[in-house]
């Protein structure tokens, strides 16, 4: 090990508080919250040290016979900020947890794994190639799984059910162009690929693996089209994880993108446009999906999609201003720590609603808000920033992103080259900060405004005895620093935008930014205007009118009596129409259906292969990882030469283990496990006879298995082994075509 040992603790502690808050919660729970708090709070302060000394040049630590790849850790000023950001939002949530999480179950689960998600999500900021990134990256992908899961409901189970599968299939994805560029570069380090990839003229070699990777990170962040797991999984976590899900591990996605396009792409036009077109899509998208959900959290979700193709936006006018990207640089990172702290605050406060009235639509906590002055300050901080409102911090980066585009197409005009593109992007930025300010105002007023015809009462009841004085003490420690950022950009958001721009290669603006000159406030009050006109003529007269019966907040005769006519209330209704769902009509078919379907296919084929050749695939097999291990020296040969047999007889394995379960029942599920782990050694020491025999057998005895034979009181646990079933058989089916898709990238380069 050489280099600074902080940055390996900043790792490392996370995940022994993990276990050591585990260890306390079998014995005293009240311990064991406060000890998580402990950990994150002691993280907080390792990560200001170590922010400090970044602020003097960047610090290293490396791990050379880590893993057998190594371990590059690095501290700079935008990791280093993020470090201090994920410390913080970790902190804040553990301490809203304690009340949140008062009547649910499997609270230690929660705390071990919210520990180490923290841990694996430092080393992702941290990482210094994209080797390490990529460990990082999937251990924080599986650990989060458990925040989304959490309660174990049909929608939870359904959301992690999606959020695994876009992890695991884009994972592989990223994987294999993580190889196909550490074969052309011979090296996957940043700053290394920075300086070969600057100096070759023609970069039309790395757009593959570079796709490849984005589809990756692309996923985590949120991007369309793969932005599909989070409307999904944010509405079912516990609003602690959604805050972190959406404020958080979104950005290790954008990072991962922001690595790609500084440093192999660095001031490259064409991918700049391509990052640029995605963001636009993806920032529109989530904010019309937003304008029409009806759910608190969802339209949280949607909104962080939204987010996330502002800072894209950002990204891709990096790429495109070359030179001239210093606003463009600033914006993309300042609306990366905005968005990271607005969510934080918001998600919060949909927590605190949660807790009291266990609902989340609109219609039925309208009014909750009201004679609440600490909800009503959280929401409106984050509300103001996200929406772009000057004085708010969201302005700040907005106006920053916004007029790099209007610089573009200043300097287009200079080169008297056409801008009806860039114009075309500009209206569709201001015009998604309208969408923005439209839908954050009907929650809004919906909250704080409105009343409930139904529960009014009951809601004014709580006064301030909504929360407890710890939880009370994060919501407000969520949102402190949105209006100290807005107000004072200069003292603020300047620095810290100069710290965090080395990562990007950027450089301070040539000139200082004047943010509240009338030049740059314009942006601001057209998408202002813009959201008013869309709330008022849209929202109000289209999005809203008399619910259906029984769908009202209002209960019982007096709720009657006040809504009207046949005792129907005005209320917000979902007008999306159900064949724009891309979910439910290309998503959810192609992940729920038509892949696992292959998938069972595929282990089938596997099963009767196994049954008829096991040990003439293992000698294959064997024989393949020798050869390739011979034959090529480099990144890929590693991943596949040397471990190629136990990959390739670990899936016969488990293709016999799945077929298995759905062919036997769940009585012998067991049994057949243990004899199918037992078959994976016998061929090895050339013992299969007897095993076939005993195969067989169960065969025989169970062949007149139907779901209809299962007894009531186990249906339930089928269904759930019918589930496990399906996400194996698609992890499998994802093995599978990753295996091929490198073999055949080997052979092509041997």
């Known amino acids: 090990m050489t280099g600074n040992l902080s940055l390996f603790l900043l790792i490392i502690w996370p995940a022994a508080g993990a276990l050591l808050a585990f260890w306390l919660g079998r014995r005293n729970k009240r311990r064991r ?10 993280e907080l302060a390792l990560a200001l040290f170590v922010l400090t000394e970044a602020g003097q040049g960047a610090v290293f630590f490396r791990w050379d016979s880590f893993g057998g790849f190594g371990l590059e850790l690095k501290s700079d000023g935008l990791r280093g900020i993020y470090c201090v950001v994920t410390s913080f939002m970790w902190l ?62 049909p929608p939870a189970i359904a959301a992690a059910k999606l959020y695994i599968f876009m992890a695991l299939g884009c994972g592989l994805v990223m994987l294999l162009g993580i190889q196909m560029l550490a074969e052309l570069m ?4 940043f700053d290394e690929l920075f300086t070969l990839c600057s100096a070759m003229a023609d970069k039309s070699s790395l757009f593959l693996p570079a796709l490849l990777m984005l589809v990756g990170f692309g996923a985590k962040a949120g991007m369309f089209p793969l932005h599909i797991w989070l409307p999904e999984a944010h509405p079912v976590a516990p609003a602690p994880a959604s805050a972190l899900l959406s404020g958080v591990l979104t950005k290790a996605g954008v990072l991962g993108v922001l690595a790609i396009t500084t440093n192999l792409f660095y001031h490259d036009g064409g ?54 990207n210093a606003l463009a640089v600033r914006g993309t990172f300042l609306h990366m720590i905005n968005h990271s702290l607005i969510k934080l605050a918001l998600f919060l406060v949909a927590g605190a609603i949660n807790i009291n009235i266990h609902e989340l639509n609109l219609n039925k906590i309208r009014g909750f808000g009201r004679g609440k002055p600490i909800l009503h300050f959280v929401f409106l901080m984050g509300a103001l920033s996200i929406m772009g409102i000057p004085l708010s911090s969201g302005y700040i980066s907005k106006t920053l992103l916004h007029e790099s585009i209007v610089e573009y197409i200043h300097l287009l005009e200079g080169l008297g080259q056409s801008t009806l593109f860039y114009q075309g992007v500009e209206w569709l930025f201001l015009l998604t900060g309208g969408f923005t300010v439209a839908y954050m105002l009907k929650i809004y007023l919906a909250l704080f405004w409105e009343t409930n015809e139904g ?15 710890k939880s009370n003490v994060a919501l407000v420690a969520s949102a402190a620093p949105l209006p100290v950022l807005g107000l004072l950009p200069y003292q603020t958001m300047n620095p810290l935008a100069d710290l965090g721009q080395s990562f990007m290669h950027g450089h301070s603006p040539d000139h200082a930014v004047h943010y509240f000159a009338w030049i740059n ?90 049954e008829k050749g096991f ?91 139907t779901f209809s034979s299962i007894p009531k009181e186990r249906k339930e646990e089928y269904d759930t082994w019918r589930g496990i079933n399906s996400s194996l058989s698609y992890s499998l089916l994802l093995f599978g075509i990753g295996l091929l898709a490198a073999m055949i990238f080997l052979l092509s380069r041997w």
């Not at 608190?296 to 001239?324: N, Y």
């Open 92 to 153: 804040t949530t553990l301490m809203f947890s304690r009340e949140y999480f008062h009547h649910y179950r499997n609270r230690n689960r929660y705390h071990f794994f919210t520990l180490l998600t923290l841990s694996f999500t430092i080393g992702v900021f941290l990482s210094a190639d994209l080797v390490t990134t990529f460990l990082f990256f999937e251990m924080m992908s599986f650990t989060s799984l458990v925040m989304v899961i959490n309660n174990e409901k």
């Open 615 to 705: 040990d003439v695939m293992l000698a294959l097999s064997v024989s393949a990882g020798i050869i390739l291990a011979g034959k090529v020296h480099h990144l890929a040969a590693l991943s596949f030469g040397g471990g190629l047999a136990l990959l390739l007889t670990g899936g016969l394995t488990a293709g016999r283990l799945i077929y298995g379960i759905t062919q036997k029942g769940i009585d012998d599920v067991i049994t057949q496990g243990d004899q199918l782990i037992r078959r994976f050694f016998a061929a090895v020491d050339r013992a299969a006879a007897a095993y076939h025999e005993a195969v067989s057998r169960r065969v025989d005895q169970h062949s007149e298995f």
């Open 186 to 189: 011979g090296t996957v380090n």
């Open 521 to 610: 406030l314009q942006g601001a009050v057209y998408s202002i205007l813009i959201g008013l006109l869309i709330y008022f003529f849209f929202v109000r007269k289209v999005l809203m009118g008399r619910l259906p019966l029984g769908e009202g907040a209002g209960v019982g005769a007096k709720a009657g009596a006040k809504a009207g006519a046949g005792g129907r209330q005005r209320g917000y209704l979902n007008r999306w129409p159900q064949w724009l769902d891309l979910n439910q009509r290309l998503y959810q078919p192609l992940f729920g259906r038509i892949l696992p379907g292959l998938g069972h296919f595929l282990a089938k084929g596997i099963y009767i292969a196994a």
């Open 33 to 42: 919250d406060y000890f998580s708090m402990l950990v994150a709070f002691l």
């Open 455 to 469: 529960h009014q009462e009951e809601f004014d009841a709580f006064d301030h005895h909504y929360l407890r004085r």
């Open 271 to 324: 991918w700049g446009l391509l990052i640029l077109a995605l963001g636009t899509i993806t920032m529109v998208l989530g904010a019309v999906l937003g304008l029409f959900t009806m759910d608190l959290k969802r339209i949280l979700a949607c909104s962080s999609v939204s987010q996330i193709g502002f800072i894209l936006v950002g990204t891709g006018m990096q790429g495109l201003l070359g030179h001239h």
